[in-house]
């Protein structure tokens, strides 16, 4: 019964290659050791990247790295898109968000957009979120799969192909792919709580989780998760110079009757929140030669943010001493997935269906709808400011075979089709929400912002991988898509490893993508403001977009070209090395700040494509403008990306696990393919824009890590440099200052005791040094003290790739049963 029941759990592993049972249990990956911040497991079968049967990551043609279930629990906070970042250089996590980003945080894999990167789980691809970021910054556009609904308690180990791999997955998958494999346990399973906080106040967060697997009947398992988590406020940002100054404290004195007072604008830090996770995972073999599998994610999560304070005189018979608006995040995200895999004439197959959708309902607490209140006299103070809704049904139908032709191992041909539609939604605020200027801190999304949009694709793949002769391997995929609304994209990939020894082998790869923009980058549509500025985020295929000319989106394309070398000097050594080059046409990327009025530089059209969206902007804001995505520009990503790990033996003192990881990548913008005239003298890019692709994540990240493993203790020791990261701001578009964060090393230490084989205890710190980034620019914070712009709140930039909390302490329980 065991064996059979095996067999299921690893084929739920297998999934996109379309292997029947038999090769799954045949293909079992042996046990291995789980070191710390290890990326490169020897030993383990990959299945991200290749259709072939059994390779193993060290045999793998393309730059694989693996994350076992151990590395990623010892991230310190429970929080999957962290704990790859950790322990991936190439991938860079955004650390703090502003207003809706901080509700879904980002990350970012070599360099590209979050869009640029495929999830799958089980090798099914995974939905994206409906909380598109919008604000200007190097996350600004993402709208990728939240890693975080996926608890770090239901995963086996994740995969992360470094590789264009559009031909192989369809769209998305220019800068890798991001492969997260459940666990498939039978029996047994663990639990873990986990507690923290950040050492100069905030951030406190609990965490409970946990697994079990059951056997349901002969043949199947199930394997269950359960994941709460709680995260609470955070705050590092200044003094408002609006509170302190002499002559707004003499004309409204209430201003010091808040007991925060003079920390009265709250933004710059973590929003709280409270979110609750389940994942299901299920395989049964129905005969030798077929089985069905299925698994499926549900989560919930509550938020509140913090938004920009509004003075005692905004709303003064409501709020008579001001007031902190809270936006807050209501958010439903879920996945099922149903297939059947079965031989047939010498065939595999693999038929499935997969159905994600992520629910965020926004509204407003604490807040006031000022020109309600002085029409009528009568204001909530609580709103529904709207809703957004991204779907997504994906169809699959994966073959494969094997074909002995004479060469040195046996052909394997794989093909496949799929049939996906794409929905997204944003549901309108309640009137309150939306009466003229809208609710202060997040206007309601207006009658016009409001619309239900789809997409169909239709796509059909054919790969063909083998070895011609001894030790040479040779794979190529070609695959065709059609979309409904952009036409049709053809790609392919060539991918070629030699090995001259066991010890040394080179690999190479050639490939071109595409990404079509996501459905949120066509038809978001919404009003930014603050005390100071309102700014419309505008759809790039409405009229208000023609009017300064924008005329929609189109899909980006790319090459990926990569060469790398893998070495094995010995039994306990592993080294990879591998240069890449992404280039990317048509990128789509977030406009610079347009500006209609108050700013250096102000465009007429801005105001006219204002006002043909429909949107109404707050009377007493001294600037407004527009934000817009657009095909603007060619850019090229050049970098390297160096693995090595080494495990020790070193006798009565322990064994001890070495790794280091480091990524070099280069980001430059070739060409800017529009100029609008309408805009003149404005750019669609300004500096700001510019520097958030180029500059605005480290170019240089390393890893070095140490597990020692002595008897019942186990200390686990990271050092991460983050290289330089830059970008440009101002106030009005007529001066602009750098942000700087230097080079910075920050530490990460736990120490694990485990008195029992069942039960482990662990302490540790992420930043144990209670590092901080460079703070934003002096001149920048004296212009914005002496204008009074609330701004100046912002102490340090919002881009920090380690962020702005300093370090962060836990101490963590888990059992094993």
């Known amino acids: 019964m065991q064996k059979a029941i095996l067999k299921g759990g690893v084929a739920a592993i297998v999934l996109h290659s379309g292997l029947g049972l038999a090769h799954a249990a045949e293909d079992k990956p042996p046990e291995t050791p789980d070191p710390a911040a290890q990326v490169a497991n020897a030993g383990v079968v990959i299945v991200t990247g290749t259709r072939a049967t059994g390779l193993k990551v060290e045999d793998s043609a393309s730059p694989v790295q693996v994350l076992d279930a151990t590395s990623l629990s010892r991230a310190g906070q429970p929080d999957l898109m962290q704990a790859l970042s950790q322990n991936l250089p190439s991938l860079n996590a955004q650390a703090f968000g502003s207003d809706m980003a901080a509700m879904t945080l980002s990350a970012r894999l070599r360099g590209l957009s979050p869009n640029n990167t495929l999830v799958l789980v089980n090798g099914k691809r995974r939905h994206g979120t409906s909380n598109l970021s919008v604000l200007g910054g190097p996350y600004q556009g993402g709208a990728a799969a939240d890693l975080n609904y996926i608890p770090i308690a239901a995963i086996d180990h994740v995969e992360v192909l470094q590789d264009g791999a559009a031909a192989q997955y369809g769209t998305d998958a220019i800068a890798g792919v991001i492969n997260i494999i459940l666990k498939s346990n039978y029996q047994g399973g663990t639990a873990s709580m986990n507690g923290g906080g950040y050492m100069d106040e905030g951030g406190h967060t609990g965490d409970a989780s946990a697994n079990m697997g059951l056997t349901p009947f002969e043949g199947a398992f199930l394997s269950l998760t359960a994941e709460s988590k709680f995260h609470g406020f955070s705050n590092r940002g200044g003094i408002d110079p609006r509170v302190t100054d002499p002559g707004t404290l003499a004309a409204q004195p209430t201003l010091k009757n808040n007991s925060l007072y003079p920390y009265l604008n709250r933004i710059s830090g973590d929003a709280q929140y409270r979110q609750h996770v389940f994942a299901a995972n299920f395989g049964a073999d129905i005969s030798n030669d077929a089985s069905v599998y299925s698994f499926a994610t549900y989560g919930e999560k509550k938020a509140r943010a913090f938004e920009n304070y509004r003075m005692p005189s905004r709303i003064p018979k409501v709020y008579p001493n001001g007031f902190s608006p809270l936006e807050t995040f209501n958010e439903q995200d879920y996945a099922l997935t149903l297939g059947a895999k079965f031989k047939a004439l010498g065939w595999h197959f693999d038929l499935s269906s997969t159905y994600g959708k992520d629910v965020s309902k926004i509204g407003v607490a604490s807040s006031a709808n000022v020109s309600l209140f002085n029409d009528t006299g009568f204001t909530p103070t609580e709103f529904r400011a709207g809703e957004f809704h991204a779907g997504q049904l994906t169809n699959n139908l994966d073959l494969s075979r094997e074909f002995d032709v004479g060469m040195a191992s046996p052909l394997n041909v794989a093909a496949g089709l799929e049939q996906r539609r794409d929905t997204y939604e944003i549901v309108a605020g309640d009137a309150a929400s939306r009466y003229k200027e809208g609710s202060q801190s997040f206007p309601g999304f207006s009658l016009t912002d409001a619309g239900s949009h789809s997409r169909t694709g239709k796509a059909g793949y054919v790969n063909v991988s083998g070895k011609p002769v001894t030790d040479l391997t040779v794979d190529l995929a070609a695959r065709y898509e059609h979309f409904s609304d952009f036409g049709n994209a053809k790609v392919g990939k060539l991918t070629t490893r030699y090995d001259f020894s066991p010890a040394v082998g080179v690999r190479a790869t050639y490939s071109n993508g595409f990404r079509a923009p996501t459905l949120a980058e066509e038809y978001y549509s919404a009003t930014n403001v603050s005390p100071r500025s309102a700014f419309v985020q505008l759809p790039p295929n409405s009229a208000g977009a023609k ?5 929609g989106l189109k899909p980006e394309a790319s090459t990926n070209i990569s060469a790398g070398i893998v070495l094995h000097p010995s039994a306990n050594l592993a080294i990879t090395l591998d240069a890449y080059q992404i280039s990317i ?28 969206n429909g949107n109404v902007l707050d009377p007493t804001v001294v600037q407004t403008g527009i934000n817009i995505f657009s095909n603007a520009v060619n850019t090229r990503s050049r970098g390297l990306e160096f693995v090595a790990t080494l495990n020790s033996s070193y006798g009565e003192w322990g064994k001890v696990d070495w790794s280091a990881a480091a990524n070099y ?18 750019t669609l890019l300004d500096p700001s824009a510019i520097a958030d692709i180029e500059t605005a994540s480290p170019r240089t990240r390393l890893n070095l890590g140490a597990l020692w493993k002595l008897g019942k203790w186990t200390m686990n020791l990271r050092e991460a440099f983050y290289g330089r990261s830059e970008s440009l701001d101002s106030s009005d578009g007529a001066v602009w200052y750098k942000n700087e964060v230097k080079p910075t090393w920050i530490t990460d230490l736990e120490l694990a005791y485990s008195p029992t084989k069942a039960w482990t205890f662990a302490v540790g710190a992420n930043n144990l040094f209670n590092t901080y980034p460079n703070q934003v620019n002096a001149k920048l914070l004296a212009e914005r003290r002496a204008n009074l712009d609330n701004g100046a709140v912002t102490l340090y930039p919002s881009f920090s790739p380690f962020g702005i909390n300093g370090g962060y302490y836990y101490a963590r329980a888990s059992m094993k049963f």
């Open 547 to 551: 009017l300064v000319g924008v005329n």
């Open 665 to 682: 990548n280069k980001v430059e913008v070739t060409k800017i393919n529009q100029a609008p005239a309408q805009l003149q003298p404005q």
């Open 585 to 612: 046409r048509d990128r789509i990327v977030g406009s610079g700040a347009l500006y209609g009025s108050g700013g250096a530089i102000n465009s007429p059209a801005v105001i006219k494509a204002i006002i043909a």
